[in-house]
Each structure stands twice: as C-alpha cells, then as structure tokens.
C-alpha cells in the first residue's frame, strides 16, 4: 500500500524566514496532495492541495510544489509568523487500490521564534 | 456554524470498561471517517463511512467498532478498552470521500 514519509519532525526558524516541509510517497498513481494545519488543541484544517496535474500552487505565503517524477512535494511558508506555529501533515490520495482514501505523514511540528 | 462535533473531549477510564465516543456533524455530508493520532505516528485512519448503513475499516480497526444509522452521526466504540488504545482521536467528515476533510477538535481518551 501507500506510504508516506515526511521530514523534518520538527523545525524552528525565526519569525519572516522561510520554512519548507518535504512528504515523499510511494505509489506514482497517487494524484491528490493535500496539506493540514493543526493548531494546539484544535482538529486539523485543509491549508492546501494540489493535485497531480499541476506542479506548484500557491495561496499567499503558503505554495506546495509537486514532483511526480521523483515522487515528493512540498510545502513552502514564507515569511513566517508566530501564528504560522503549529502541527502540518501532509496526505496522499489515490493510487492503485486506495482511490479516495488519505494516507497522513507522521507531521512536522513547526515554531515560529519571534 | 459548520462544524463536527465530538463528545467527549477528555475521558480517562479503566481497561475493559465500554465506552463511546461520539460525532455528529451538520453539514449534510456523505462520508466521515474515525482516526487516531499518536506520536510519530501521524493519523491513522480506524473506519469510515461512505453514508447510512455502510461501514469499512481502516488500517487500525482492530479494538475498535462503528456504525452509521443517521447521515449526522457516526459513534467510535471501543467495547473492551486497553492502554494501547490510549490516544487523540479525531472524526472527519467530508462531502464525498477525496474531498477536504472537516475535522472534530478530537476527544483524548487515557485507558489505565
């Protein structure tokens, strides 16, 4: 089945640097990529997606880029901010045999230092 | 207010003593699913739900029973609990099952 590795498990920048989290899957028929923002006691929320005919999207400070080929994408905030402090995960749909069904990564816990 | 709504949303209890987590969501939506979050584990999804009467598992059912008589509403049970099952766990619903994920603010169960 899919697997779904995403790194790093946690990362600290300074507030307006950049931060970038990578997922790399398994399954190349997978073709819907979206990411979720957990905040401190609250259920995850859909920040982004992209889907496999597109290769970078962008919404403001958030992008996510996709690399069919090698088989990872990636969320890029830029010019963080201390509410930008939180849980991602990254997920996978599609694939032979999962259609429709999200597969999460182990999520990156991201601090923002003002 | 659009919402997914779970009760409760901390409970510690005692190895073997029933217990049901409960969900309901108000946005008419066709799928919702059952997940829990562990450390390093990321979520993990435990079973969902295409609509009324139609239940499958995930990839960690084991423990762990649902059902689905109304669209709204969609129950976790854990019939025997263990300490293994000690966790945060999330309900999700969606208008269909790729679409975006509406999640619960999660329930956080300690099994002793």
């Known amino acids: 089945g899919e697997n779904v590795e995403q790194h790093p498990s946690t990362l600290s920048v300074q507030e307006g640097d950049s931060a970038v989290i990578k997922c790399t899957y398994s399954?190349?028929?997978?073709?819907?990529f979206p990411w979720y923002k957990q905040e401190l006691g609250k259920g995850p929320q859909l920040i982004i997606d992209?889907?496999?005919?597109?290769g970078e999207k962008k919404d403001q400070r958030i992008a996510v880029t996709l690399n069919k080929t090698a088989k990872h994408f990636s969320l890029h905030i830029t010019e963080t901010q201390p509410e930008d402090s939180a849980v991602y995960f990254c997920?996978?749909?599609?694939?032979?045999?999962?259609?429709?069904?999200?597969?999460f990564g182990q999520g990156t816990t991201l601090q923002v230092k003002p | 207010e659009a919402q997914v709504t779970q009760n409760p949303r901390y409970l510690i209890t005692v190895t073997g003593k029933k217990l049901t987590v409960t969900c309901s969501q108000n946005?008419?939506?066709?799928?919702m699913s059952w997940y829990r979050q562990d450390p390093g584990l990321g979520l993990r999804q435990i079973y969902y739900?295409?609509?009324?009467?139609?239940?499958d598992k995930g990839d960690v059912p084991e423990g762990y029973k649902v059902s689905r008589k109304e669209k709204r509403n969609f129950p976790l049970i854990l019939e025997s609990p263990s300490p293994n099952q000690t966790s945060l766990y999330f309900c999700?619903?969606?208008?269909?099952?790729?679409?975006?994920?509406?999640f619960g603010e999660g329930s956080r169960l300690t099994v002793l």
């Open positions: 399954d190349s028929a997978s073709n819907y």
């Open positions: 739900s295409m609509n009324v009467e139609a239940t």
């Open positions: 997920a996978v749909e599609g694939g032979s045999g999962n259609t429709g069904k999200l597969i």
């Open positions: 946005m008419n939506h066709e799928y």
């Open positions: 992209i889907r496999s005919n597109v």
């Open positions: 999700a619903s969606s208008p269909w099952k790729a679409g975006e994920l509406f």
